[in-house]
């Protein structure tokens, strides 16, 4: 299936947002999925990650502030955001890996925090 992400918007720094990544249908065992975010002009960089086993990987740039989880859907992933900076708009994508296959990418949404 391929993914479909929700929750990005518009925030003030310091606020908060969720944002969720669903693979739909759902029909690929991954072995892991998370969050990578593109700002403009720059490159695609990871966020957040997390395995199958629970595990995960943070930018140092979000730990304490961030937390992904997964939900009780199957390919269901979630990343709440806290302490929101102006630094931390960008355009943000869920992508889905399965070792020894390509990555899958959702189309992105978009974070703006304001000052």
């Known amino acids: 299936g391929r993914l479909v992400e929700s929750g990005g918007g518009s925030v003030q720094a310091g606020g908060s947002l969720k944002l969720s990544c669903a693979e739909s249908?759902?029909?690929?065992?991954?072995?892991?999925m998370g969050w990578y975010r593109q700002a403009p002009g720059n490159q695609r960089e990871l966020v957040a990650f997390i395995f199958t086993r629970g595990d995960t990987n943070y930018a140092d740039s979000v730990k304490g502030r961030f937390t992904i989880y997964k939900e009780r859907n199957r390919n269901t992933v979630s990343l709440q955001m806290n302490s929101l900076r102006p630094e931390d708009s960008a355009v943000y994508f869920c992508?889905?890996?399965?070792?020894?296959?390509?990555?899958?990418w959702g189309r992105g949404t978009r974070v703006s925090v304001s000052s």
């Open positions: 992508c889905a890996r399965q070792y020894g296959s390509p990555d899958s």
């Open positions: 249908p759902s029909r690929t065992t991954f072995d892991g």
